[in-house]
């Protein structure tokens, strides 16, 4: 096949017969992979034929024709002698707020505070919460 414009130039060897691609997914999935049906389609065979029995619907349906049986209250369980799994509290999502940025941060981020005024006499210091020269009602 000639290959496409837009497509890699790797090329790949697949043998429809042992069902094997060089790139490994067509014998590990046991489905055919993209080189696997562009060789079906350049020697104009139905695909379908190189799919594993294990994904047709009749196969998952066996699967779920079994009964399962419920998980026992948690009362009703043997006592557990081995090892306790406790999780690493560092991976621990946090639950609400802001999130923290991950952006690695250099000199040029660097920010000039600009020092807090007053908004009633724009003077530098507290601001108009704490400002002394603002009426407070006293309830």
């Known amino acids: 096949m000639e ?3 837009c497509w890699s130039q790797t090329s790949y060897q697949v043998c429809l017969t042992e069902r094997t691609c060089d790139c490994g997914l067509f014998q ?3 489905y055919p992979c993209r080189h696997a049906l562009a060789a079906c389609a350049a020697v104009s065979i139905e695909w379908g ?3 594993d029995p294990v994904y047709t619907m009749a196969s998952v349906f066996k699967v779920y024709k079994r ?3 419920p998980i026992p209250d948690e009362k009703m369980w043997p006592p557990w002698y081995g090892a306790r799994l406790k999780p690493n509290s560092a991976m ?3 639950a609400s707020g802001r999130p923290v940025s991950t952006r690695i941060r250099n000199e040029m981020d660097a920010i000039e505070r600009a020092e807090k005024r007053c908004e009633l006499y724009r003077g530098e210091g507290p601001t108009r919460r704490g400002c002394p020269n603002v009426p407070h009602s006293n309830p």
Do not use: I
Request: aromatic share 14%.
């Open 67 to 69: 009964e399962f049986t």
């Open 49 to 51: 034929h190189f799919v």
């Open 3 to 5: 290959p496409v414009d």
């Open 92 to 94: 621990k999502r946090k």
């Open 28 to 30: 590990s999935l046991h």
